[in-house]
């Protein structure tokens, strides 16, 4: 299994002759971003990881491309009929070949006074979890994660503390793009610090990076 990182939050998960791609938005400039894509994952809604008319777009383009998500994505998307499925905790998948595991309910906290939308984290072959903009801990180990590096809603310390209950044998940065070159190499700090920690291998990819990934 490959795993690329795209901007921002999007990451490429391919095995074989087979591609996924996990949250494709508005911050991940690449223009091929969806080319070859079997399916697309949606964590929710929020326009850094879904950017609508590009998914549109591409759906167009290729009418065998499906996509599973959150309920409000997939509520958005209701025009695409069978194309699009909503999925939500607990469900397992099949995902063009990938067995695909869905874990979290709602988005962290960005305002006190606001109810959380829908968000829902992606378990791929029991190897790499997506959680979206969630720091949910899945139910079984964690191989692969990819691990929020900053975001309106997290701390450091949560970023810390959340490495430490997945336990994960390896952590790949997501969710950056709103870092400039100093803040990126205060984040990067942190991150590695977690994985000295750890003892394990904990770092930011840049963007069109990929890593070979097998079984722990």
């Known amino acids: 299994m490959r795993l690329t990182k795209l901007g921002h939050a999007c990451v490429r998960i391919q095995k074989d002759d ?116 969630a720091l949910t801990v899945p139910s079984e180990p964690v191989p692969t994660l990819c691990l929020p590096g900053n975001a309106p809603w997290m701390k450091v310390p949560e970023m810390y503390a959340y490495v430490r209950e997945v336990r994960p044998e390896r952590a790949f940065v997501v969710h950056d793009g709103l870092l400039n070159e100093n803040g990126l190499k205060v984040m990067v700090n942190h991150v590695t610090n977690a994985g000295k920690e750890a003892g394990k291998d904990f770092r930011r990819l840049e963007p069109g990076e990929s890593v070979e990934l097998g079984s722990s």
């Open 18 to 133: 087979r591609t996924i791609v996990i949250d494709p938005g508005a911050f991940t400039p690449e223009a091929d971003a969806l080319a070859g894509a079997d399916a697309v994952l949606i964590t929710h809604e929020h326009f850094d990881h879904f950017d609508a008319d590009r998914l549109r777009k591409a759906m167009n383009d290729d009418p065998s491309l499906e996509v599973w998500t959150s309920r409000a994505v997939a509520e958005s998307l209701a025009d695409l009929g069978g194309r699009v499925h909503q999925v939500g905790h607990g469900d397992a998948v099949t995902v063009a070949g990938f067995e695909v595991h869905v874990y979290g309910e709602e988005h962290e906290i960005l305002h006190p006074d606001v109810p959380p939308i829908p968000n829902v984290g992606f378990l791929i072959d029991g190897e790499v979890f997506h959680p979206g903009d």
